[in-house]
């Protein structure tokens, strides 16, 4: 936070009005499930997004980010908000400031913003969405415009369709903004009906692994299986009456699986409505602390997400498969969009640092490279520091 303050004036040579915070966000379970009106279990973290600004007095915004040195200051005027792909990284924060001018709460006052982050990008902990929802708190708080966090949610999910071009669901900006500390969100994303739930793991830990296997910014296999569901779902509309995917059972979509013609699209239909399920028993699980129950589920999800939706890959399947066979491991899973990035572990207290060590040096063997590992804790979200 200090850092923040001290390294906007070195940038912009005065000092800040407020600094910023916007976390990253960790899915415990419910993948691939937020855009076909099924539940989703993610929890905010303790790393994410800073921000240090403060109003310019004119219609120009500066963004630097720590994380991008070499593209220096980015420099725009608020009349002119297009996606330029050698802004890079500040194209989120301007999709923000789109989406708001696109609500009719246009954007007038020009500011400099200092941003820095410790998630680790491209990786499925949401770095994107943590720097879209801290660019709505910013604007929402100097401009002093009273948006319900809810609403910032939804204009930082609309960034990210209609400016950046990834077609997500609102898990990601949802978890960000609405995150609490120690809980875990069971969202319905058909509705928006949630829940908080005690994340009480007692003698456990959550730990999240990098596979540092990369995937693209606007992965064009994720809009391919989100198209893929929507044809699934027309196939089933024939003769159903639903709207999402979300909305069957298992056993629905068992005795309705004839109506989709193609095997492909079967499996994808199959992975959206069995997590689904999944998510919500997961969810009562952790809820009556049966451990050994969420961690059976977190299996099946990654198998599902491996064997029917195929956004695995080996880098993810061997991080889960090294640790299933380490003592100690209650559960773990791919986390996020898939096609690399990040699993999540539930791991005992005392078998932490074997567990560390094992699957990185396993990890390392088979794959050719290093994996990094994050013992996280769950916290609040995007909020104003000071
Ligand atoms: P990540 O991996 O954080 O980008 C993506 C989507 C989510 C959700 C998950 C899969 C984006 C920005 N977010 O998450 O909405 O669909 O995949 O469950 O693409
Ligand atoms: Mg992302």
Same mark, same amino acid.
């Given at each position: ?44 973290? /303790? ?7 403060? %109003? ?51 954007? /007038? ?101 990098? /596979? ?40 629905? %979509? ?31 699980? %952790? ?28 880098? %993810?399947? /061997? ?68």
């Amino acid at each position: 936070m200090d850092q923040s303050i001290s390294r906007f004036k070195e940038i912009f040579g005065y000092d800040p009005e407020g600094v910023y915070f916007s976390p990253g966000r960790v899915n415990l379970i419910g993948e691939h499930t937020d855009y076909n009106g099924g539940h989703v279990f993610p929890c905010a973290l /303790t790393i994410g997004t800073y921000g240090a600004v403060a %109003l310019r007095g004119d219609s120009t915004v500066r963004m630097y980010s720590e994380n991008f040195p070499e593209d220096g200051i980015i420099e725009f005027q608020l009349k002119d908000i297009a996606f330029i792909e050698s802004h890079g990284w500040a194209n989120y924060p301007k999709g923000v400031i789109y989406s708001f001018n696109k609500s009719g709460i246009e954007i /007038t006052q020009g500011f400099d913003m200092f941003v820095r982050g410790d998630i680790p990008n491209g990786a499925g902990l949401s770095s994107s969405a943590s720097i879209e929802v801290l660019t709505a708190v910013v604007l929402n708080d100097i401009n002093k415009l009273g948006v319900q966090m809810i609403e910032m949610v939804k204009m930082s999910q609309k960034a990210e369709n209609e400016f950046i071009g990834v077609n997500c669901g609102i898990m990601d900006q949802f978890a960000v903004g609405m995150g609490r500390e120690g809980h875990a969100m069971l969202l319905d994303t058909e509705t928006l009906e949630f829940s908080y739930e005690k994340v009480d793991l007692k003698d456990s830990a959550i730990i999240i692994a990098n /596979t540092n296997k990369r995937r693209g910014l606007s992965d064009s296999k994720y809009n391919q299986r989100r198209a893929e569901c929507e044809e699934a779902l027309a196939y089933l509309q024939k003769k159903l009456s639903i709207k999402s995917l979300g909305e069957l059972t298992g056993e629905e %979509l068992d005795r309705n699986i004839d109506l989709i013609p193609d095997g492909v699209l079967r499996r994808r239909a199959r992975h959206a409505v069995l997590e689904n399920e999944r998510t919500v028993i997961a969810a009562d699980a %952790l809820e009556r602390n049966d451990m050994e129950e969420f961690g059976k589920l977190m299996y099946e999800s990654h198998a599902s997400l491996r064997d029917d939706y195929e956004v695995t890959g080996f880098e %993810l399947d /061997t991080l889960v498969e090294l640790a299933s066979k380490v003592a100690g491991v209650i559960g773990s899973r791919m986390t996020g969009a898939g096609f690399g990035g990040c699993t999540v572990s539930i791991v005992k207290n005392e078998s932490i640092e074997n567990f560390i060590e094992k699957v990185s040096k396993e990890y390392q063997e088979a794959v050719g490279y290093k994996a990094d590992f994050y013992v996280v804790s769950i916290g609040e979200g995007a909020r104003r520091l000071c």
